[in-house]
């Protein structure tokens, strides 16, 4: 079996499978806005969330990763890449790498492990060395003045 399509039994009507289109969409990236198969189709709004930020960050580019995102449904369930979207906008990693790194931990059911020295517009965390009479500090009761 190459394809699946429902039948379409109504006069001048067309049905759409958005999926089949996005390798195009892919590479005619202009068109994203204007795609046929693309209107209607009922995303959960995290995903818009994800376009909005990932053209803000990268301009075209993030408009391409954006259908790479959407790619992952050729292989995996609407439900996974959701949620992977979902905790990836909650950690502030918005890419393709990290929204697929995250749905495969999901799959996989394994902790995720991003590097984010791969999305260098991410604020850098600073964390400074812990003493020892800090630790000392807490465990008799005077933490104030620990900072």
């Not at 699946?4 to 994203?32: G, M, S, T």
């Not at 995250?102 to 991003?114: A, F, H, I, K, Y």
């Amino acid at each position: 079996m190459i394809a699946r399509h429902p039948r379409c039994w109504d006069r001048d009507e067309i049905v759409f499978d958005p999926i089949h289109y996005l390798p195009l969409l892919e590479q005619k990236i202009n068109a994203l806005d204007q795609a046929a198969p693309l209107q209607g189709w009922n995303l959960p709004e995290e995903f818009a969330t994800l376009r909005r930020l990932m053209e803000a960050r990268m301009h075209r580019h993030g408009r391409r990763e954006y259908v790479q995102v959407l790619r992952l449904l050729e292989t995996f369930h609407l439900a996974d890449l959701h949620a992977a979207v979902r905790q990836a906008l909650q950690m502030g990693a918005i890419g393709f790498d990290a929204v697929k790194h995250l749905l495969l931990c999901r799959v996989e059911r394994r902790p995720p492990r991003l590097d984010l020295d791969c999305y260098p517009y991410l604020p850098k965390a600073t964390v400074e060395k812990t003493e020892a009479r800090s630790y000392m500090r807490l465990l008799s009761g005077g933490a104030e003045g620990v900072a």
